[in-house]
T-cell receptor, first 111, second 114 residues
Framework: QQQVKQSPQSLIVQKGGISIINCAYENTAFDYFPWYQQFPGKGPALLIAIRPDVSEKKEGRFTISFNKSAKQFSLHIMDSQPGDSATYFCAATLGDDKIIFGKGTRLHILP | KAGVTQTPRYLIKTRGQQVTLSCSPISGHRSVSWYQQTPGQGLQFLFEYFSETQRNKGNFPGRFSGRQFSNSRSEMNVSTLELGDSALYLC?????????????FGPGTRLTVL
């Protein structure tokens, strides 16, 4: 019940295309859903996050779509660029206590 | 504000040895978590310390231990190293905003066990 399932494991997208990464959770008590971006040799960095009372959040080319009834949320990267090539992790938090990460998606944008 | 710092950045050890990794959180952050990252397993939670006390613990053997000091700096120790311990060890400091947690990761320590 504490898991966050992330798919796909890896993704290849043409430059200019839309990259979509999906996550699903079981525990309805999760109260915050961040996405992290990790470049090789670096630690993950917070990219964008959403609370469950919001259905969509957009920051530049990055959008989180949140479906509370389906217990799913997804990251959309519009106009994907080679510089977006990285590993992306979704996560879910429970108050001040736990943060549960998905297993990550390795995204490669073809130039 | 300086970010989360980890030392050393790279470490090579042999099987059976022990290792200590260090993490300094962002100033003012009292919570420090440790993760093991391997290509097949993603981010695996090791433990979290808050105000010098272990608050949460993942499913790792007792060879993995940690501690936190009064200045919030944290150390992680792995004893009797095994080949499978080769990984990127990430430290993260966490700030509770009152509504949600913001977690900030360090660059990691790359441990190679030969």
């Amino acid at each position: 019940q504490q898991q966050v399932k992330q798919s796909p494991q890896s993704l290849i997208v043409q430059k200019g295309g839309i990259s979509i990464i999906n996550c699903a959770y079981e525990n309805t008590a999760f109260d915050y859903f961040p996405w992290y971006q990790q470049f090789p040799g670096k630690g993950p960095a917070l990219l964008i996050a959403i609370r469950p009372d919001v259905s969509e959040k957009k920051e530049g080319r990055f959008t989180i779509s949140f479906n509370k009834s389906a217990k799913q949320f997804s990251l959309h990267i519009m106009d994907s660029q080679p510089g977006d090539s990285a590993t992306y992790f979704c996560a879910a938090t429970l108050g001040d206590d736990k943060i549960i990460f998905g297993k990550g998606t390795r995204l490669h944008i073809l130039p | 504000k300086a970010g989360v710092t980890q030392t050393p950045r790279y470490l090579i050890k042999t099987r059976g040895q022990q290792v200590t990794l260090s993490c300094s959180p962002i100033s003012g952050h009292r919570s420090v978590s440790w993760y093991q990252q391997t290509p097949g397993q993603g981010l695996q939670f090791l433990f979290e310390y808050f105000s010098e006390t272990q608050r949460n613990k993942g499913n790792f053997p007792g060879r993995f231990s940690g501690r936190q000091f009064s200045n919030s700096r944290s150390e992680m120790n792995v004893s009797t190293l095994e080949l499978g311990d080769s990984a990127l060890y990430l430290c993260a400091s966490k700030l509770w905003t009152g509504l949600y947690n913001e977690q900030f990761f360090g660059p990691g320590t790359r441990l190679t066990v030969l």
